[in-house]
């Protein structure tokens, strides 16, 4: 059984080389395998909230210049649920358009949903809110901790598959992490 201060999830998912042309993509645990070739994917992180929508274009296609071939981002829990229940996808936290614009310069994306980042971001990421929630215990086997982030998981979830962004749906996303 994993412990929660490890991995909990990762899904691997198929890929398409650019937004135009799919490609068979699978992995074997030892690496991805795109076209019967094995591939060694160079990936860099572009943190959405951290610029603005306008930036975002220039940002991947500088990335993709530089030679990369995937876009990692972190899922910003505090960012998209300011208080419980209500979320923001709009302005810096359109993470809908961003990776739309990820598939559009024709690269992979490896989404991060957290819940807790390590990226320099005030609270890990973590609403401010969730301290305030009775029996609280953070990055814990935890029952408070546990509801709290599965219900933002799920939230995320369904919305990059209402919006098509897993490769099996045409999307760019070819793998997601969940974590403590």
Request: charged share 20%; net charge positive; with cysteine.
């Amino acid at each position: 059984m994993l412990r929660t201060n490890i991995l909990l999830l990762i899904i691997v998912l198929v890929s398409f080389l650019s937004c135009t042309v799919r490609a068979k993509v699978s992995y074997d645990g030892r690496s991805f395998i795109i076209n019967g070739q094995r591939k060694i994917l160079i990936s860099g992180s572009i943190h959405y909230p951290r610029s603005t929508p306008e930036m975002w274009p220039d940002l991947i296609q500088k990335a993709k210049d530089g030679g990369l071939d995937v876009i990692q981002t972190y899922v910003f829990w505090n960012v998209h649920e300011p208080s419980p229940g209500k979320y923001n996808f709009e302005g810096r936290g359109d993470i809908v358009r961003f990776l739309k614009l990820v598939k559009a310069a024709g690269l992979y994306a490896h989404l991060r949903i957290g819940p807790y980042i390590c990226a320099e971001w005030n609270f890990g990421g973590f609403p401010v809110w969730l301290k305030y929630v009775p029996g609280m215990e953070f990055r814990t086997d935890n029952g408070p901790f546990k509801a709290a982030m599965q219900g933002f998981v799920t939230k995320i979830v369904n919305l990059m598959k209402s919006e098509n962004l897993f490769e099996p749906q045409g999307g760019p996303i070819i793998m997601s992490q969940v974590g403590k």
